[in-house]
């Protein structure tokens, strides 16, 4: 083994409209490369072109669904297939002349390298009705290989970690556990950035705000059940923004909408940069997320990072992220979402309680730590080789 190993990472999530594992690959390599250490980490697309910044995809304001067009281009199966296979087989090549890889995104390319592999969740494989028929496909096909081709995997959250013991049957001993952080963006803004964001997105002074893609696992049909429960006045008066790309499976969510007839109240801003975000964030009444599931939960933390009050899930690893910083509700509980709406809106002392907890909690998480542990993995995988 050479004095100083190589580690190649696969960052083609870059090169796509960012989710959760985008950003999780972008921080972790700006982190890494400020780690002092004695392992080389090299990227494998990045080399070639830099990713633009956030893969920015269409806003899809005042829209409930795709357009048809764009509908039939992602279900292009055998061409995203092919070149998909065309990716690995290149990806492999240049993998042989490396001591190490690090898969981010759950499952493996196959190859002869010692691997690395970070898991952010199970929900494919626990709940594969939530998610595209491609991408439950790309498990059954794919996920078993990947499991076996790796030496050491990294979870974002202890829960991910006890998932992955108990269905995978996996030792807790080759799992390490890396939480993740808020982006450097998600900062209290100055009030002069916020009020120019919420004025240019013709926003009010209060609202309550979602944030992530529109798809079945956050839930959105349920805040919107609570939502439309607050009295008619406190609607009126504290809109509910939908700050997130539309994503599959989205039937239920635009009939919820329109049995409601909420028009007039929700808003539906599609996805939005960091600096906006950020604004939003620091500017809402409370961030609500009723998710049913999250390996980890970036959103909550980016909404703590900028002083949100935020009502979150009781499930899976959001205690972990929120602790008893946040007001934690069972997903399914309508009533209890709804009271929690209403007592932020209508009561100032409290509401400033828990922007203080937000901000506190959302220290104690941080991307070098998250790179520390990473390159400790890396360590205890080389062991040996």
């Known amino acids: 083994m050479r004095q100083c190993p190589r580690v190649i990472l696969n960052d083609r999530v870059l090169f796509r409209p960012w989710t959760g594992v985008g950003h999780y690959v972008a921080q972790l390599l700006v982190a890494l490369r400020a780690e002092r250490r004695d392992i080389a980490v090299e990227t494998f697309l990045s080399r070639w072109k830099t990713p633009r910044a956030g893969q920015s995809e269409p806003s899809g304001i005042d829209r409930y669904r795709q357009p048809p067009l764009l509908q039939r281009v992602r279900a292009s199966w055998p061409v995203r297939r092919a070149a998909q296979t065309a990716y690995r087989f290149v990806f492999g090549l240049g993998a042989r002349s490396y001591d190490l890889y690090h898969e981010p995104n759950h499952i493996p390319i196959r190859c002869r390298r010692p691997t690395v592999t970070t898991i952010h969740d199970l929900s494919v494989l626990e ?57 450097p963006a998600f900062r209290p803004p100055s009030p002069e950035v916020i009020a120019e964001v919420c004025a240019r997105l013709s926003l009010p002074p209060r ?30 008066q504290c809109p509910l923004v939908l700050a997130g790309g539309w994503g599959w499976k989205t039937e239920a969510l635009a009939a919820r909408l329109e049995a409601h007839d909420l028009r ?17 964030y620091a500017r809402c009444t409370a961030f609500v997320w009723p998710t049913l599931y999250e390996g980890f939960g970036l959103p909550p933390l980016e909404a703590m990072a900028c002083g949100a009050p935020v009502i979150v899930s009781r499930v899976a690893s959001l205690p972990e992220v929120v602790g008893n910083a946040g007001i934690l509700l069972d997903p399914h509980d309508s009533a209890a979402w709804t009271a929690a709406m ?44």
């Open 127 to 183: 709940h594969p009705e939530w998610h595209p028929a491609d991408r439950v496909r790309w498990y059954e096909r794919e996920f078993r290989a990947g499991l076996s081709q790796t030496r050491r995997f990294l979870a974002v959250s202890e829960f991910t970690r006890s998932r992955m013991v108990q269905l995978l049957d996996l030792s807790p001993e080759v799992i390490d556990v890396t939480p993740l952080a808020a982006r």
């Open 207 to 236: 609202f309550f705000l979602f944030v992530g893609t529109l798809e079945p696992r956050k839930n959105v049909a349920g805040l919107l059940e609570a939502y439309a429960a607050l009295p008619a006045r406190l609607r009126r």
């Open 264 to 280: 007039n109240d929700v808003r539906l801003l599609g996805y939005r940069r960091d600096p906006e975000l950020a604004a939003l």
């Open 342 to 385: 209403r007592r932020m809106a209508e009561e100032a002392e409290w509401r400033a309680e828990w922007q203080l907890r937000s901000l506190a909690r959302a220290k104690r998480f941080s991307w070098e730590r998250c790179a520390a542990a990473t390159i400790a993995c890396y360590r205890r995988a080389l062991e040996n080789l």
